[in-house]
């Protein structure tokens, strides 16, 4: 058994361990798996793979090392959100009326098991991955790693605490409307939601399809970056896949950056004082890394994130939902259904009128990017407990897309990284936002600022 999962599971790590001889794949599959056995929150996984699956991938690995074949991600195990394919593994989308056993894994996975990374399960989620909260699940809900009694966050929930209980090295989530950024701010993690189109989404069930994108969970930017240069590129087979023009600089902080930050009569965090003084803390903090904090106004991006679900893009829900909603309304949770139900009232003029609107918002919003090089927002305003988002559920999950929904609609990449505590002990983070592939600069910046929050707290 391994002595400190934590920090061999570190990508970079399990590498080195590997090449010095000192843990072999299945010694570390061993941990992993009893781990995965005896971990005590509930609702993180819906599939958890066999000894037999585990050990099928294990000999492809050997057998691909032995052919010579590259492995930069040689017997790292890894977690699938559960609107992802894997082969020979049914997805669900959290909704079993719904689930398929797909012959072929969604492109992304494939690029990273054929770098020698290994799946060790399929993680629970919002249903159809629509909500911020993690509770919407007939897996149950998704239990905070830090704090049971609290929401994971959602809706890639599994996928955020398989990382944060030190149950694998990274995982997969997806992103919508802030679902690869509100689970890791909650559970004290990195999470990157990349360009749209950058990472394929062949092999997962939709969302919007339009707005969807794959995201990914780690401990930190340096390991959310590996698994990014791995899974990132073109796929032929994705209608929406996007070629990186390669023009994203990786240089960090300095004197000349200019960092926005809303005015902060547009800043909200629902009530807690506590959240807004680590918000405080982070432009300090940002401050002291060299950068220049200039406000900007956050209009043009709140009305745009208030668009992505009292607009028509919620209609295109219905494409991976709609006919359970029509057959089988009961196979689906309280809270999609009165989303899906709401989204059937859109027209086609709806949708161009709406069009029209979001070009004017990005026109609107283009004139505050001339203001700044990269936006720094509070990833959520707050948290909450399991029960109260149980009593208030619509409501309190709008309130946690407040600093989110906009992002994919605008085209934006950005990554959640943790700030600090609440005295309470559970995490908050921030997100630094820059335009489409921007990637690598962003994560260069929050790694530039993980460190000093570490070394501060």
Same mark, same amino acid.
């Given at each position: 058994? $391994?002595?400190?999962?934590?920090?061999?599971?570190?990508?970079?790590?399990?590498?080195?361990?590997?090449?010095?001889?000192?843990?072999?794949?299945?010694?570390?599959?061993?941990?992993?798996?009893?781990?995965?056995?005896?971990?005590? *929150?509930?609702?993180?996984?819906?599939?958890?793979?066999?000894?037999?699956?585990?050990?099928?991938? $294990?000999?492809?690995?050997?057998? #691909?090392?032995?052919?010579?074949?590259? $492995?930069?991600?040689?017997?790292?195990?890894?977690?699938?959100?559960? #609107?992802?394919?894997?082969?020979?593994?049914?997805?669900?989308?959290?909704?079993?009326?719904?689930?398929?056993?797909?012959?072929?894994?969604?492109?992304?996975?494939?690029?990273?098991?054929?770098?020698?990374?290994?799946?060790?399960?399929?993680?629970?989620?919002?249903?159809?991955?629509?909500?911020?909260?993690?509770?919407? !699940?007939?897996?149950?809900?998704?239990?905070?790693?830090?704090?049971?009694?609290?929401?994971?966050?959602?809706?890639?929930?599994? !996928?955020?605490?398989?990382?944060?209980?030190?149950?694998?090295?990274? !995982?997969?989530?997806?992103?919508?409307?802030?679902?690869?950024?509100?689970?890791?701010?909650?559970?004290?993690?990195?999470?990157?939601?990349?360009?749209?189109?950058?990472?394929?989404?062949?092999?997962?069930?939709?969302?919007?399809?339009?707005?969807?994108?794959?995201?990914?969970?780690?401990?930190?930017?340096?390991?959310?970056?590996?698994?990014?240069?791995?899974?990132?590129?073109?796929?032929?087979?994705?209608?929406?896949? *996007?070629?990186?023009?390669?023009?994203?600089?990786?240089?960090?902080?300095?004197?000349?950056?200019?960092?926005?930050?809303?005015?902060?009569?547009?800043?909200?965090?629902?009530?807690?004082?506590?959240?807004?003084?680590?918000?405080?803390?982070?432009?300090?903090?940002?401050?002291?890394?060299?950068?220049?904090?200039?406000?900007?106004?956050?209009?043009?991006?709140?009305?745009?994130?208030?668009?992505?679900?009292?607009?028509?893009?919620?209609?295109?829900?219905?494409?991976?939902?709609?006919?359970?909603?029509?057959?089988?309304?009961?196979?689906?949770?309280?809270?999609?259904?009165?989303?899906?139900?709401?989204?059937?009232?859109?027209?086609?003029?709806?949708?161009?009128?709406?069009?029209?609107?979001?070009?004017?918002? *990005?026109?609107?919003?283009?004139?505050?990017?001339?203001?700044?090089?990269?936006?720094?927002?509070?990833?959520?305003?707050?948290?909450?407990?399991?029960?109260?988002?149980?009593?208030?559920?619509?409501?309190?999950?709008?309130?946690?897309?407040?600093?989110?929904?906009?992002? #994919?609609?605008?085209?934006?990449?950005?990554?959640?990284?943790?700030?600090?505590?609440?005295?309470?002990?559970?995490?908050?983070?921030?997100?630094?936002?820059?335009?489409?592939?921007?990637?690598?600069?962003?994560?260069?910046?929050?790694?530039?600022?993980?460190?000093?929050?570490? *070394?501060?707290?």
């Amino acid at each position: 058994m $391994l002595a400190e999962a934590r920090d061999v599971l570190n990508i970079t790590a399990l590498m080195n361990s590997y090449q010095s001889g000192e843990h072999t794949p299945r010694e570390v599959f061993a941990c992993v798996m009893s781990r995965i056995a005896s971990y005590d *929150r509930k609702g993180v996984w819906i599939t958890v793979l066999s000894a037999e699956q585990i050990e099928q991938q $294990l000999l492809r690995l050997e057998a #691909n090392r032995k052919a010579g074949k590259p $492995l930069p991600l040689f017997g790292v195990p890894f977690a699938v959100k559960d #609107n992802i394919d894997v082969a020979g593994i049914p997805t669900t989308a959290a909704c079993p009326a719904f689930a398929y056993t797909p012959d072929r894994s969604a492109t992304v996975v494939e690029r990273l098991c054929d770098a020698g990374a290994i799946v060790v399960g399929k993680t629970n989620l919002d249903q159809f991955a629509t909500g911020l909260v993690g509770t919407r !699940s007939p897996y149950g809900a998704c239990q905070n790693a830090i704090k049971p009694e609290y929401i994971s966050g959602g809706s890639s929930a599994g !996928s955020a605490v398989a990382v944060a209980g030190d149950l694998v090295s990274f !995982s997969l989530g997806t992103d919508t409307a802030g679902s690869g950024r509100v689970p890791a701010s909650f559970n004290n993690l990195v999470g990157l939601k990349p360009t749209r189109g950058l990472l394929s989404t062949t092999g997962v069930v939709p969302a919007c399809r339009t707005l969807d994108c794959v995201s990914i969970f780690s401990k930190t930017c340096e390991e959310a970056e590996q698994v990014l240069s791995i899974a990132a590129g073109f796929d032929p087979l994705d209608p929406l896949s *996007r070629s990186d023009p390669k023009t994203d600089g990786c240089e960090s902080f300095g004197v000349g950056l200019r960092v926005g930050i809303p005015a902060a009569a547009q800043l909200e965090f629902f009530g807690n004082q506590e959240a807004a003084d680590l918000f405080q803390q982070a432009i300090t903090r940002t401050k002291q890394l060299g950068a220049t904090i200039t406000e900007i106004d956050y209009t043009p991006f709140a009305k745009t994130a208030a668009l992505l679900y009292e607009g028509p893009w919620v209609a295109e829900r219905l494409l991976a939902a709609g006919k359970l909603l029509h057959e089988n309304p009961d196979a689906l949770r309280p809270e999609l259904r009165a989303i899906l139900s709401g989204a059937t009232r859109y027209t086609a003029a709806d949708v161009f009128s709406a069009q029209v609107q979001l070009a004017a918002l *990005r026109r609107d919003a283009d004139a505050q990017w001339q203001e700044m090089d990269i936006m720094l927002l509070p990833t959520t305003g707050t948290i909450y407990k399991i029960a109260e988002v149980d009593a208030n559920p619509l409501q309190l999950n709008k309130n946690l897309g407040y600093y989110t929904n906009f992002v #994919n609609l605008l085209d934006l990449s950005a990554v959640a990284v943790p700030n600090g505590l609440l005295s309470s002990g559970l995490p908050m983070g921030i997100t630094f936002l820059a335009p489409a592939f921007s990637e690598k600069r962003l994560l260069h910046i929050g790694s530039a600022f993980h460190a000093l929050a570490e *070394r501060i707290s």
